[in-house]
DNA sequence: TAAAAAAATGTGTGCGCACACAATTAATTT
DNA sequence: AAATTAATTGTGTGCGCACACATTTTTTTA
């Protein structure tokens, strides 16, 4: 290790012939400074690219930064369990500087408790929030009221454009239906019936399945297969629904359009014995990991939940704590799981 | 944001009835201290769960870190350009912090010259190295000196278990290999012949072609297709030599295990019009995504070294300047890309 | 022109830690 | 028991910055 000698404010003062006060008033531009100084400053600065020490910086005004994540209870659906694994890497990795991470859940199936928590997230008065806006309508009211305070939010999995959140993290779901498309289209033989499935609890965001379900047909437009679409909003039931579209003996495969409805459909294929039906579905999920390590999945598409959770969790923290610059989209790539390459995902620690 | 309430030092001292001074000691083992002491400070430490703050332990200890990379010169090879493009990427993210991130090539197809920058590495005095160990005799003999000078270092793309690095940053090659097997496999049809291909300028990492072929075998052992390998070191004359391969009706797939060789191939299956022969090889080169976009190559898998080199980096910064505990090895995922995902790994930031 | 107000600039302190050094106490030696 | 030496403990300074406050200069008002 050598001394450093990094321009520091003190020798931009130095250099502009003023004092560090003013320095510290142009760059952040409080106070009153005369156009003299700042251009004499301004000048030194630009001609020195001056970059701020930010370890310095964050010692230097003494905060505790408050982060809370706002995302449906965990114990309810696996993939947010999966969201809420990523906030915990999160609070582990910044558990040496002075932030506070806090959860708050909300229950995935009652648009009304998504609103109670709003008191909640308002009252414990947060520098940032991170929010999977699963409900729409009651997102926008919550983020209404965070513009109001000016609380800044970072929105993932689920986008509001409109909302104009400080950055929103999550995948392309129309490019995510195509590759679905791509793979099931890989199989060779004469079978040409493609099935789109859609299985949910809650209707609220069956606009992002029809996203997915659309990308899907757009892959096979100019191709001779025949796209056919189910809706199922009573897993219950889906067995008989489904009965008899899986038995069509030109079924290629069927598309999944939720990470929990790909290990109900394996679930029926394996029972019925059509295995050789396609699968292809989304997320890492427990469940689905044994279907698809038997071969009754064939891929999974990876929206990687955990990751997104927790670069959102870092970019609020990145961003409020060391002032770094955001995108406005992180899109995450479109990540194909296979059997064999299952393990590399699940053991890499980077992920 | 909150006034913080974190346990500092000065807070460990007074309820162990110590200085500070005394809680330094026993936090670094440096200096006398009386077991009696010793034993009172440990005792706050652990029931508090005392965590340095880093932000300050970086300020305090005013250093410059050096950083310095070793990799294959970037223009004589696009993969190793990328390695160096995720080493760019470290520089810009760093350029805050007191870190000085330097590169060192070498000539890829001259392993004498990888000894030459010994001295050049030596002399530069850093506080940690990153090392692309492709030639393994002569990274032997460099590491040696490394420990000798104890100078902490990170191995990346290749590794070298005897050599006992601070981490290893790589992939699973075996498993890459099955992973080719299971996406050649996947096409239905008749044909049954596999070729594996080699093409290489320089024998030197001829073990993790071998590697990657013997995961390909593995993946098709138990099944009723045939394997066939080809070696060629001369590029020039590839074509003249695997021309009565891939005329060979049978033949389903080949798989190239280098990233060059792949779309030399895909040249040449184009030259024939052998485009329904599958192609499976690695890369994000950018020939390869001219020919995957084409439907030339069908899959690509990414070894990812642009961002093995920033982790790299990454990790000796964390570890020299905040001195966190790597992990011992970060082997990354597999990841398969094909035509439809493709854009989403290339456009995202994260990647 | 003096006094008051406003504008501009400068100074000082603390953040939590590392590290050098000073001060104190205990153990040996003479 | 005083003088040395060793062992232990305490204190002070600086890292680069933010931010509060003090000081100086200029402008306005009386």
């Known amino acids: 290790m050598i001394e450093k000698k990094n321009i520091r404010i003190k020798d931009?003062?130095?250099?502009?012939?003023?004092?560090?006060?003013?320095?510290?008033?142009?760059l952040h531009g409080r106070g009153k400074v005369s156009s003299d100084a700042q251009q004499k400053v301004e000048e030194v600065l630009n001609r020195t690219g001056y970059k701020p020490n930010l370890i310095a910086r964050t010692l230097g005004s003494n905060k505790t930064l408050k982060i809370t994540a706002l995302l449906p209870d965990p114990t309810q659906d696996d993939y947010w369990a999966l969201a809420e694994a990523g906030i915990l890497q999160s609070i582990e990795e910044w558990s040496y500087y002075d932030v506070e991470i806090n959860c708050i859940f909300f229950?995935?199936?009652?648009?009304g408790s998504f609103k109670t928590t709003t008191e909640g997230v308002l009252g414990s008065k947060p520098d940032g929030i991170l929010i999977a806006p699963v409900f729409h309508h009651e997102s926008i009211e919550l983020l209404n009221q965070l513009k109001v305070h000016a609380i800044p939010y970072v929105l993932f999995n689920t986008n509001i454009p409109e909302a104009d959140p400080l950055c929103f993290i999550g995948q392309n779901l129309v490019q995510s239906g195509k590759v679905a498309g791509e793979l099931l289209g890989l199989a060779g033989g004469s079978r040409r019936t493609i099935m789109s499935l859609h299985l949910y609890e809650n209707r609220d965001n069956s606009v992002h399945l029809m996203a997915k379900e659309h990308g899907l047909r757009q892959y096979f437009q100019e191709q001779p297969y025949q796209v056919i679409s189910l809706d199922l909003s009573t897993p219950n039931e889906v067995e008989d629904h489904i009965k008899e579209a899986i038995l069509n003996p030109d079924l290629l495969g069927i598309f999944v359009t939720t990470s929990k409805g790909t290990y109900i459909v394996a679930q029926i294929l394996e029972k019925y014995s059509l295995e050789h039906i396609r699968l292809v579905g989304y997320d890492l999920l427990e469940e689905n990991l044994r279907y698809l390590r038997k071969g009754t999945i064939d891929f999974l598409i990876n929206q990687n939940p955990k990751r997104m959770a927790k670069i959102g969790v870092n970019h609020l923290v990145n961003h409020l704590l060391f002032q770094?610059?955001?995108?406005?989209?992180?899109?995450?790539?479109?990540?194909?799981?296979?059997?064999?390459?299952?393990?590399?995902?699940?053991t890499s620690r980077i992920h």
């Open 12 to 26: 931009i003062a130095q250099m502009a012939g003023v004092s560090v006060g003013t320095v510290d008033r142009v």
């Open 324 to 346: 770094k610059t955001l995108p406005e989209k992180e899109i995450f790539p479109i990540e194909i799981i296979t059997r064999q390459n299952l393990d590399s995902y699940l």
């Open 107 to 111: 229950d995935l199936y009652n648009p």
